[in-house]
């Protein structure tokens, strides 16, 4: 036996199976932040070509997760088993490749769509279902930091892109015009941010071990790095409010501390509160346009303008959603403590 076959061996079909979960997470996570990349270059008014670098991401991390799933069901087939987040994986991959010749189908009967098209809809809750199953196949282990991180941060930029597609009016198109009503937008944004936000973050603090501190600021960090990478540093003229976006991790930081040092209901209750509050700064710049639309009708959001406007905003969105902001919150704790609780249950069978 020759040393390749020796190490075509040692990896056994459960690390196969885990390497293709990591791999599903990583192509998603390509994806979604290609995505996100590809809505900056359209506040910048760039040219709007297929070659263009966001996409160039989005479709290497659609090659990436396609491989990853592959791995995936044929060490599941070596197990004899395909257990459900192998399962979840496998649909969500099928909903990302039909949404390629969808979107290429819409665009060819009516030219440029909106944020909140069919063909994105799809693509979206491929990227949801796939990160969730890679992400539940990879937490069944106890796994480095590291490896958690990548799992999880797939899910909340997913579960985040779907609150930002019902909440950003960018849906408006030639044929069709899906932007939501501003208020409701403004309302799904409020709702939706702080719970997505508590419940990814708790989750992932009860998947690691409740006493296990840096977890949650792993994630946290993790996801502010990827949303200045795709939104601000693109963007020039928000280059001078980095130091400030960092800075949303102090309360998230902080939360991850209350939880590891007092591991009681007071202490999630605390820690979804302040990761709830903390989601006007943490959407941040893209939640300008969706608040824009219920409190300066008027004004529009131009690239240059975008932190000039969010910043006038503050003073009169934080009073108004600070309760529902911090309740939602709480409730984004409590139900990502016992979703995570009742998936490694499931696991374990």
Do not use: C
Not at 39 to 66: D, M, Q
Not at 146 to 174: D, R
């Amino acid at each position: 036996m020759n040393y390749f076959q020796r190490g075509t061996l040692a990896l056994d079909p459960g690390r196969r199976l885990l390497a293709g979960y990591a791999l599903v997470s990583i192509g998603i996570l390509m994806a979604i932040s290609g995505a996100t990349w590809d809505v900056t270059y359209h506040l910048l008014n760039k040219p709007e070509t297929f070659f263009s670098p966001p996409h160039a991401i989005l479709y290497a991390g659609v090659a990436t997760a396609l491989a990853g799933a592959i791995t995936a069901v044929l060490a599941s087939r070596s197990l004899r088993k395909i257990e459900w987040p192998a399962k979840m994986v496998i649909g969500g991959i099928v909903l990302l490749i039909a949404a390629g010749p969808g979107d290429f189908v819409w665009h060819s009967a009516f030219g440029l769509d909106g944020l909140l098209s069919p063909p994105h809809s799809v693509l979206l809750a491929g990227m949801l279902a796939s990160s969730i199953g890679a992400a539940a196949g990879i937490v069944r282990n106890r796994l480095p930091v590291a490896l958690l991180v990548l799992g999880m941060l797939p899910v909340w930029l997913a579960a985040a892109g779907a609150v930002h597609m019902f909440s950003l009016p960018f849906s408006e198109s030639a044929f069709f015009n899906f932007n939501p009503e501003p208020r409701a937008g403004a309302v799904v944004a409020t709702i939706g941010f702080p719970f997505v936000t508590a419940a990814v973050l708790v989750a992932a603090k009860t998947v690691a071990g409740s006493r296990r501190f840096g977890v949650m600021s792993a994630l946290a960090g993790a996801f502010v790095v990827t949303g200045m990478l795709t939104s601000i540093v693109p963007n020039e003229a928000l280059a001078s409010t980095i130091p400030l976006y960092v800075g949303v991790l102090v309360p998230l930081v902080a939360a991850d501390y209350i939880m590891s040092r007092w591991m009681s209901p007071k202490a999630v209750i605390a820690a979804g509160a302040m990761a709830g509050l903390s989601f006007l700064m943490l959407y941040y710049p893209l939640i300008t346009h969706t608040y824009n639309e219920t409190i300066l009708q008027e004004r529009s959001v131009w690239a240059s303008l975008t932190a000039i406007i969010y910043f006038d905003m503050m003073a009169t969105i934080f009073p108004l959603v600070a309760v529902p902001a911090a309740a939602m919150g709480i409730a984004g704790a409590i139900a990502g403590q016992r979703m995570a609780a009742r998936a490694q249950l499931a696991l374990l069978k």
